[in-house]
């Protein structure tokens, strides 16, 4: 008895976009203010500077954690003084994100002010990179469970051929993964929810190629 071997095309191929989103509630905010100290010419101890700077910061905002840029330090027109200027940034609860123009004015003290206090609303990238990785997961789980329905409406074997993700859908904001970023505030809209919280809603559109597989029979 010889076997028969029936071969189907093996370049035929389906493809399709996929899409998976998540949306997130923006609970922190990222907030900067410029710092600038007035200090004697002979003033080095670096240390104490900071714990001078902290000081009035946490009187600010009370209870995060604040990240100095470059330190500049340049003379000042009063005799025997230098002053100082530093940006301090910091990511607070979106409930600490009020009247900081004013908080920022009232936290100062003579010889050290704070000001241009700035509110940025981005998500952590951090936070961004994991959802993305998450987000690729989905789609490929989506695509295995895909595959079962595609064999059975076609008759025939079918295989993952290659998977592109990030693919350009619409004009909104693109992280380095390729993913995009929009606000989602319609996807968290509660009329029983308290304060106000904004959201970003982050998209992954993927380009999916399957393979047919050779039938043996």
Same mark, same amino acid.
């Given at each position: ?12 191929? !389906? ?8 949306? %997130?509630?923006?609970?922190?905010? *990222? $907030?900067?203010?410029? $710092?600038? !100290?007035? $200090? ?93 990785? #998450? ?7 989506? $695509?295995?469970? /895909? ?16 998977? /592109? ?7 909104? /904001? ?11 505030? #319609?996807? %968290?809209?509660?009329?029983?929810? #308290? ?11 993927? /380009?999916? *190629? ?8």
């Amino acid at each position: 008895m010889n076997d028969k071997i029936y071969l189907t095309r093996q370049d035929d191929s !389906l493809r399709y976009r996929v899409i998976a989103q998540r949306t %997130l509630a923006q609970d922190t905010v *990222c $907030v900067s203010v410029n $710092v600038a !100290l007035l $200090v004697s010419a002979v003033q080095t101890d670096q240390v104490e500077l900071q714990r001078q700077i902290r000081d009035v910061l946490n009187r600010f905002i009370p209870d995060v954690e604040w990240i100095f840029s470059t330190l500049h330090r340049e003379a000042n027109p009063t005799v025997g003084f230098e002053q100082i200027n530093v940006k301090a940034s910091a990511r607070i609860p979106s409930s600490q994100n009020f009247n900081l123009k004013d908080r920022a004015r009232r936290a100062s003290r003579e010889g050290l002010t704070l000001g241009g206090a700035m509110v940025d609303y981005s998500l952590p990238v951090s936070l961004v990179n994991r959802v993305v990785h #998450e987000l690729r997961g989905e789609i490929i789980e989506s $695509v295995l469970r /895909e595959i079962s329905d595609f064999e059975q409406q076609t008759g025939r074997k079918w295989r993952i051929g290659d998977v /592109e993700f990030g693919i350009s859908g619409r004009s909104d /904001e693109y992280t380095a993964k390729g993913a995009q970023r929009s606000t989602g505030y #319609e996807d %968290l809209l509660d009329p029983d929810g #308290e304060g106000l919280s904004g959201s970003e809603r982050i998209s992954l559109v993927a /380009e999916v *190629c399957l393979r047919a597989l050779a039938d043996n029979k």
